[in-house]
């Protein structure tokens, strides 16, 4: 590996793992207070190389290679930022992360609410997650529903090359713990952006209309937004005119976007890998159906991975949602009962 | 073994056949010195008692006397319904108390939910100490400005908290150092190995204190650990391990002294094992009869903490009974005041509920605040 992605000036085109570690580089330029802990983010620069350069170009201490203990690595990030550092933690695979999990829950989500606001914790959390990338046994899970039960947490997740610059550049400069789950599958996906002028920095919290549209909205996140703008381009043949909301913010969830276009559109299907029991399309469907009833012309479809232990490499492309399964839902829309 | 039997029989003719050892392998430390004593450290009763300054006796002895009036006071608060729960540290008064005082104020302290006499010692309003325990919040103080993290009912998990603090506070060049208390039966924890190693690979200026008052609610020791003790762990981690009677109170703090200073020297972290015994049971809402005999009880009172500082003070013509009562005036008045104010309703503000869960609130909770506020004045109105 290479130091080139050291340099300030980004690669053009620059991939999702260019643009997350020239987030990271720039928050500590930016803010000494930052550090960068996991395991393999020193020297190596990450096993996806998103910390690539980090520790050459800020030293150790700045970002640091740790034991290999995730409890551990959480655990003293918390320490850390009790102290005043703004810690960003690498989980190096979701399933990984499961370990921190007792630290994440009953520490990280809850520090400011049990100390009243005395003890804020500003630590990101960064997972990359999701399947399609043919990886083995605990290398593909999707456990974003995990940290969206957990009240104090904030769940965001890029599927973009410019989201994942701007939405890491704030959930860094968050004063409350953000889950940055990263689409591994999008890792190496592009878009050109100028060196001057790095994508913009929002706000964590808000939704966005990838693809506007008439007929139907397609509700959906991180690795299944290729998949729906994919869908919504051959629905186009069918005569379904879909939108596509890119949720970016799990939590917290922008209501206002996704309801806007539901009402516009009267029919939606929420497109996610995770699985359908118990995962985030369940809540979001009774979010809209509490929220848009009487604009609905159809149920709320959920297009999701099955409720089945993440499959071996080989039959993974069974279980993840694809444009055909996603079509197939729109089918399903009532459109013979409805306008 | 012969010192010959590594290498293969040499035939005529043969290459000798040498091994080496493995590439990588060469000699890290030498474990001796990181071993702990084969006894408990005493300073009571032992000729080191001598040199230790009158009044740092006297001044753990007060605070033994006002601690152990606190666990009473509390014991009580829990029969009178003002305490949800109580976990006592009766009987481990001297381990509390030297661990504040073992401190410089700049310190931080990271407490378990046994530890509240630990926070009073250095200072903190008992009150405040046990908000958690009474129910009407969480933290009841400022972690932030007492130096002392929220008490930690999740074991071990605070330890790697107190590392990282500790790790940090070096990164940026101040000679903070943390203290870390947990039990014998929170050594289990996995977050306790974890701890440790970060703290030994981080050369962390934090101080592991245990406490081993020989349960961890009803297991004994035995079923919590084959180790031939639990400062023994230590030398794995690659720090020293000191072994302590926890009831001497100025041994254990002795101890804990050398070893905070050890790491504000920047010499790294140091695990401490206190002997010491749990008198009353785990809380309040515990039987302590279904696993332990009476009489085991009564051979630890003989070495009470406090009986055993009196012995010593007496022998020297320090306790006179002025000092004895001045001591014990300062716990009863330190008692009443907290009986005083326990017995006042808190003050509760359910709206609170949603004031901190983010910096800043979202659309989703405002709407769940605003339906309390709406319950809340529905409630106002009928009555």
């Known amino acids: ?339 | 073994m012969r010192k010959s039997s590594m290498t293969v029989q040499e035939l005529p003719g043969a290459v000798a056949y040498r091994p080496t050892p493995p590439p990588a392998w060469k000699p890290r430390i030498d474990p001796t010195p990181l071993l702990p004593d084969p006894e408990p450290y005493r300073v009571l009763g032992t000729d080191a008692a001598a040199s230790v300054a009158p009044e740092l006796l006297l001044k753990l002895y007060a605070q033994l006397v006002r601690g152990r009036r606190y666990n009473t006071q509390a014991t009580a608060l829990t029969k009178q319904g003002r305490l949800a729960v109580y976990p006592s540290s009766t009987g481990q008064e001297a381990c509390e108390v030297a661990a504040a005082l073992a401190l410089e104020e700049r310190d931080w302290l990271f407490p378990s939910y046994r530890d509240t006499l630990a926070a009073v010692a250095r200072g903190l309003d008992p009150v405040a100490a046990l908000t958690l325990l009474r129910g009407d919040w969480h933290t009841g103080y400022d972690p932030r400005e007492h130096r002392i993290a929220p008490l930690c009912t999740p074991l071990a998990t605070q330890l790697p908290h107190a590392v990282g603090l500790a790790h940090a506070a070096r990164l940026k060049g101040d000679d903070v150092v943390a203290l870390a208390m947990v039990g014998d039966g929170g050594t289990s924890e996995g977050d306790f190995h974890e701890a440790l190693n970060f703290a030994a690979v981080w050369r962390a200026p934090v101080v592991f204190l245990v406490q081993n008052n020989g349960f961890a609610i009803s297991v004994p020791l035995a079923k919590q650990t084959a180790a031939p003790s639990l400062a023994h762990k230590a030398v794995g981690y690659g720090m020293p391990g000191r072994l302590v009677d926890g009831n001497d109170a100025p041994a254990v703090h002795q101890v804990l002294t050398e070893a905070v200073s050890r790491a504000r020297r920047g010499e790294g972290p140091t695990l401490i094992e206190a002997i010491t015994y749990r008198i009353d049971a785990h809380t309040n809402a515990d039987d302590a009869t279904r696993y332990r005999v009476a009489s085991e009880i009564e051979a630890w009172r003989e070495h009470d903490p406090i009986r055993l500082l009196e012995q010593e003070l007496t022998g020297r013509g320090l306790l006179d009974d002025d000092t004895k009562q001045a001591a014990t005036d300062a716990a009863e008045a330190m008692a009443a005041d907290l009986r005083q104010r326990m017995n006042a309703d808190p003050v509760l503000d359910p709206m609170d509920l949603f004031a901190h869960v983010y910096a800043e609130r979202s659309s989703q909770l405002q709407e769940q605040a605003d339906q309390l506020r709406a319950e809340l004045d529905a409630e106002g109105e009928e009555r």
């Open chain 1, 1 to 339: 590996m290479t130091t080139a992605a050291v340099q300030p000036a980004p690669v053009k085109p620059a991939t999702m793992a260019q643009a997350l570690q020239r987030a990271m580089y720039d928050a500590m330029a930016d803010d000494p207070t930052v550090h960068v802990l996991g395991e393999d983010v020193g020297t190596l620069g990450g096993v996806f190389r998103i910390t690539d350069g980090l520790a050459a170009e800020f030293g150790d201490d700045r970002c640091t290679d740790t034991p290999l203990a995730e409890a551990g690595i959480l655990g003293t990030a918390v320490g850390m930022a009790m102290y005043g550092l703004r810690p960003v933690v690498e989980m190096q695979f979701d399933a990984f992360a499961y370990p921190a999990f007792e630290q994440l829950i009953s520490h990280v989500s809850r520090m400011r609410n049990r100390t009243r606001g005395g003890l804020a914790l500003p630590i990101t959390v960064r997972v990359p997650y999701g399947g399609g990338i043919g990886g083995v046994e605990h290398h593909s899970d999707s456990s974003e529903a995990y940290y969206m039960a957990t009240p104090g947490l904030q769940v965001v997740t890029p599927a973009t090359v410019e989201d994942a610059y701007g939405l890491l550049r704030a959930a860094i400069a968050s004063d409350d713990p953000v889950v940055f789950l990263e689409p591994k599958r999008l890792y190496w996906s592009k878009a050109t952006w100028s060196a001057q002028d790095p994508p913009e920095v929002e706000p964590i919290g808000r939704a966005v209309v990838r693809r506007p549209g008439r007929s139907a909205t397609l509700i959906t996140y991180g690795p299944s937004l290729p998949v729906c703008l994919e869908a919504a381009q051959a629905a186009e043949a069918e005569g379904w005119d879909l939108e596509v909301v890119d949720l970016r913010s799990l939590v917290p969830f922008d209501d206002e976007t996704v309801c806007a276009s539901v009402r516009r559109t009267g029919r939606a299907v929420i497109v996610h890998e995770a699985t359908g029991f118990g995962g985030p399309g369940g809540e979001i469907a009774a979010r809209v159906t509490e929220r848009c009833f009487h604009h609905l012309e159809a149920p709320v479809l959920r297009v999701t991975g099955f409720d089945i232990p993440y499959p071996p490499p080989m039959l993974e492309r069974h279980h993840l949602p694809g444009v055909d399964r996603v079509l197939d839902a729109v089918a399903r829309l009532q459109w013979e009962a409805g306008s």
